[in-house]
């Protein structure tokens, strides 16, 4: 078991930043990848961005990319994500997860642990 819990998120305006983290706790020497999700109402979750728990490749999707930046500090077991450029699309519920399972990174089905959400809301 993986337990996850995640700060940050709130409100803040279109251009500006925020950032989120998650805490993992619980047999995380088992985790490959930890990701980030997010739903806005109405929509379906979507992949926003991940890491191998164990290495420094990062994977991002194209709406996020080169705006996000995760983040780990292994030491801490803790897992961030700096979101900079803040659109009002991005605003959304964020959730954390981990997958124990393999080195998938995108399919939400592969990841069996999940944070409590936070919601981000960027204003225009």
């Known amino acids: 078991q993986v337990q996850l819990v995640q700060s940050g998120g709130g409100l803040v305006q279109a251009g500006g930043s925020l950032r989120l983290s998650c805490a993992a706790s619980?047999?995380?020497?088992?985790?490959?990848?930890m990701g980030w999700f997010r739903q806005a109402p109405g929509k379906e979750r979507e992949f926003v961005a991940a890491?191998?728990?164990?290495?420094?490749?990062?994977y991002y999707a194209d709406s996020v990319r080169g705006r996000f930046t995760i983040s780990r500090d292994n030491a801490k077991s803790t897992v961030y994500l700096q979101m900079n450029s803040l659109k009002p699309e991005d605003t959304a519920v964020y959730y954390c997860?981990?997958?124990?399972?393999?080195?998938?990174?995108?399919?939400?089905?592969?990841?069996?642990?999940w944070g409590q959400g936070t919601q981000v809301t960027v204003s225009s």
């Open positions: 890491s191998l728990w164990r290495g420094g490749t990062t």
């Open positions: 997860a981990a997958n124990s399972a393999g080195w998938r990174t995108r399919e939400i089905a592969d990841y069996a642990y």
């Open positions: 619980g047999r995380t020497a088992s985790t490959y990848v």
